[in-house]
């Protein structure tokens, strides 16, 4: 790795994320000369595990639960397991205290392990549960056929609206079109499990209230096919792997390669300068920067045809929506609801949701729109040492924490330098509030606030899925309907990653989707 050998190539990949490694791949594999060119010191961008920046444990500075990549074919097309991958079950895959500290919601990969669950707290929900999951399976089985080509309407028409299996259409639609906030009302009558489900939909971005989020608490439906897995060895080890996958098959990767120019003439690209100033030729570009970051900063408005700046600019990034503290701990979080004295339990296997109620949801992200942290955020707290013991010197664990909403730009004159450790500490609170032993434990902290989230790793305002996922900035007009296939507007030049189609989150089928079309383009007709 970090080796250049020539100049000129026939891809060249900007930006080492999962999406980036998964199109260089396969392009890889089919035979194209494929670079990577990734500004860290480190691949893998916002799925990367650094173990410096904790003296003796593996801390992940972006993605930590792999959930989506599971259900597309990219692991077994590119044998990563081969390249050293291994993946560990998290199972069950949430655990939800509810708020009187007595009882708990524990969601296992098995449908009827998890109505069983549910049944201790709510027997009418338990029977909910099980039709709400097949429902949103059928639907779902369509939805991820059509998130695995490029957002055609024919592909999304074929899949989505004539592929659906629900026995009544009309009806999914409806709810397909509401927000996840109501159907999870409509659904279920229990307010633990209402808060559990709607916080966990609520990682994507959008609030409860949004419009046309109702799949959003469907696709909860689909984790029990999928499960949530962590690689041995932290987030990170799936780029690891990757990179090893893509120069096994004469690909390369350069690390401290910042770009500072993507050079365009006459509509076409013309190479790739460096900020050291050496440049690369490459046929084809394939940026897996954020669109902001490709088409305004590194090739300018200056270079872009006539209107494009314009609606670039017009696609919205938000103003952030979460940050994560990550601790390196004594013991795991004892909880009320789940005594177990520090040790590993259950509870500890998967994402711990810590979301008292729908309206407490709601609040934090009043508190946002109104340009300050909230006061009350909720947690997605994560313990995967617990499962993984090469995470941490023995006897000690991880603790990640994960809050909402913390808006990058604040409202009320202060700046996130200043407060970042304030906040880390409202959110420590919150975990320590359903587990006393917490705060105790902390031995040491690592805060990403939405301003390190944009220095760190580029992800500008700290929005971690690149842009906003509201129903009109995805499929078909994500970033842009010219550019919702990959392709864009500048010949030979291609965009992949979460400004794509299908968004964010540990998922590759974007880096999948792209290289398709790459290699359509570079050796005629269907690879």
């Known amino acids: ?135 949103w399976e059928k639907l779902n089985e369509g939805v991820f056929q059509a998130f695995l080509k490029p957002p055609t309407m024919v592909n999304l028409g074929r899949h989505m ?67 949530v897995k962590r ?17 096994h098959h004469g690909g390369e990767v350069l690390l401290n390669a910042e770009v500072e120019k993507i050079v365009v003439e006459n509509n076409e690209t013309k190479g790739i300068i460096l900020e050291d100033g050496t440049r690369i030729e ?26 494009l700046a314009e609606r670039i600019e017009n696609v919205r990034i938000g103003n952030g929506f979460g940050m994560i503290v990550r601790c390196a701990v004594s013991e795991l979080p004892d909880y009320t609801a789940a005594p177990n004295g520090g040790r590993a339990a259950d509870c500890h296997h998967g994402l711990q949701l810590l979301c008292p109620s729908l309206a407490y949801l709601e609040k934090s992200y009043a ?7 909230s006061k009350n955020p909720s947690a997605l707290a994560m313990t995967f040492s617990s499962i993984d013991p090469t995470l941490a010197p023995a ?47 902390i031995i040491e902290r690592f805060v990403q606030s939405p301003l390190d989230l944009e220095q760190r790793l580029g992800l500008l305002r700290g929005n971690v899925m690149h842009v906003e996922m509201d129903f009109d900035q995805m499929f078909l007009f994500r970033p842009l309907p010219e550019m919702s296939q990959y392709r864009t507007p500048i010949k030979n030049l291609y965009l992949t990653g979460a400004s794509t189609h299908p968004g964010g989150g540990v998922f590759a089928a974007s880096g999948h989707n792209t290289a398709q079309v790459v290699l359509k383009d570079a050796k005629g007709g269907w690879w």
């Open 231 to 247: 690689p041995r060895g932290g987030s990170g080890e799936l780029t690891q792997a990757m990179a090893r996958c893509l120069e």
């Open 1 to 135: 790795m970090n080796q250049k050998s020539e100049t000129n190539y026939d891809v060249a990949v900007i930006g080492g994320g999962h999406n980036g490694l998964t199109c260089a791949c396969y392009l890889a594999k089919a035979g194209l000369k494929t670079i990577v060119l990734e500004r860290r010191h480190i691949i893998g961008g916002a799925v990367c595990t650094q173990d410096d920046l904790i003296p003796g444990y593996k801390i992940d500075v972006g993605s930590s639960a792999h959930i989506m990549i599971h259900l597309t074919p990219v692991v077994k097309d590119l044998e990563l397991e081969k390249f050293g991958l291994e993946y560990i079950d998290c199972d069950p895959f949430a655990f939800a205290p509810m708020p009187d500290g007595k009882d708990a919601i524990y969601f296992w990969k098995d449908v009827d392990k998890t109505c069983e669950s549910i049944a201790k707290v709510s027997p009418v929900d338990a029977e909910n549960y099980k039709k709400f999951v097949t429902e």
């Open 367 to 373: 508190d946002y729109l109104n340009g300050i942290p």
């Open 395 to 441: 006897g000690k664990h991880t603790l990640f924490i994960w809050g909402q909403y913390y808006p990058f730009e604040l409202s009320n004159g202060e700046n996130w330098k200043d407060i970042e450790n304030r906040e880390a500490d409202k959110l420590i609170d919150v975990v320590n509030s359903y587990a006393p032993n917490v705060k105790n434990s």
């Open 282 to 307: 490459a046929t084809r570009i394939v940026s897996n920067a954020h669109v902001h970051t490709t088409f305004l900063k590194l090739i300018g408005k200056e270079n872009l045809p006539e209107g």
């Open 161 to 227: 609206v004539f592929g659906t299996k629900s026995k009544n259409p009309a009806d999914m639609v409806r709810k397909l079109m509401t927000s996840y906030g109501a159907l999870v009302k409509q659904t279920f009558r229990h307010e633990g499990l209402r808060a559990a489900m709607a916080w966990l939909a609520a990682q994507s971005g959008p609030p409860p209230s949004a419009m046309a989020t109702g799949d959003f608490l469907g696709w909860h439906s689909m984790i029990h096919r999928s499960g």
